[in-house]
């Protein structure tokens, strides 16, 4: 079985950096996801406890807009509400498009393939509803859906990138906070972001996901976050789930070849059906 993690990234791999700090929460990504894929209407439930009324990404929900309320000040700026401090943090989350993808290498079928930008997509039309790659994926992305049991996820807009485009969420984000690209390039402009960010006094701002020598080689979605990640939703650590598969599958071999040595061995001493043991 071939692993995902021996492969090399692709060149010119192109991928999303979303710089949370100008997100305004306006969901025009969600929206704008699901009309050009055709994603199923996934409910519109308010949740009581958020102005969020997606929840988190899924089968049905590509672009997810996370909104958290805290009551800190946001850098040196004022709050606008008084005396007291507070922020709105919001975040469009999206499916990571691994270094190293766990559902690439869990899928019997193929359906989930590598493709020439270095995005990870699932042909529907493939799967086969068994669910291996839900529970593969460390950020908890895929989803499998009701009505055709077969599993759904970003594909960056494939389609799109065929034709010269960018992706449909990238293109209608109103401040530029989810950018498409050369994830290299994009990679050495969040880092300049940070710098900014950092010297207007929000010290606790971080990248998320740019880093090629993390648990998942690094992702081609990744992230600018003013706090850390489990406020946001996201793994503080996140790792390929089929990272130990290589090795198992060695072990399993080792003891395969034990076992046959031994049965081999008392066969040997048992010698021939009706025959004296060998001494």
């Known amino acids: 079985m071939a692993f995902d993690m021996d492969e090399k990234p692709a060149e010119g791999r192109v991928g999303f950096f979303t710089d949370t700090s100008i997100c305004i929460g306006c969901k025009a990504c969600e929206v704008a996801c699901k009309e050009w894929n055709a994603v199923p209407e996934d409910g519109l439930t308010f949740t009581g406890w958020s102005y969020d009324n997606t929840v988190g990404l899924g089968a049905d929900t590509w672009r997810h807009v996370a909104f958290v309320e805290q009551r800190r000040p946001l850098g040196h700026q004022e709050p606008g509400v008084g005396d007291m401090d507070f922020r709105w943090l919001m975040a469009s989350d999206v499916c990571k498009h691994c270094t190293h993808a766990a559902c690439l290498d869990v899928c019997p079928t193929g359906s989930l393939f590598r493709t020439e930008y270095g995005t990870v997509v699932v042909q529907e039309d493939v ?52 950018q498409f690209g050369d994830l290299e390039e994009l990679r050495e402009r969040a880092a300049r972001r940070l710098e900014q960010v950092h010297a207007a006094g929000m010290s606790s701002a971080r990248l998320y996901g740019h880093d ?68």
Not at 131 to 145: E, L, Q, S, T
Not at 232 to 248: A, F, I, K, N, Q
């Open 127 to 178: 799967c086969n509803g068994c669910g291996y790659c839900v529970p593969a994926c460390p950020f908890g992305v895929i989803g499998k859906r009701e009505s055709s049991g077969t599993a759904a996820k970003c594909t960056m807009c494939y389609d799109r990138l065929g034709a010269g485009q960018e992706p449909a969420c990238a293109t209608t984000c109103p401040t530029d906070s989810i």
């Open 212 to 279: 090629s020598g993390d648990g998942v080689g690094g992702t081609g979605a990744f992230f600018l976050l003013l706090d850390e990640p489990e406020v946001y939703g996201l793994p503080p650590d996140p790792v390929v789930t089929t990272r130990d598969l290589p090795s198992m599958w060695r072990h399993v071999g080792l003891a395969a070849l034990g076992l046959l040595a031994g049965v081999a061995a008392t066969a040997w001493r048992a010698g021939p059906p009706g025959g004296r043991g060998r001494s």
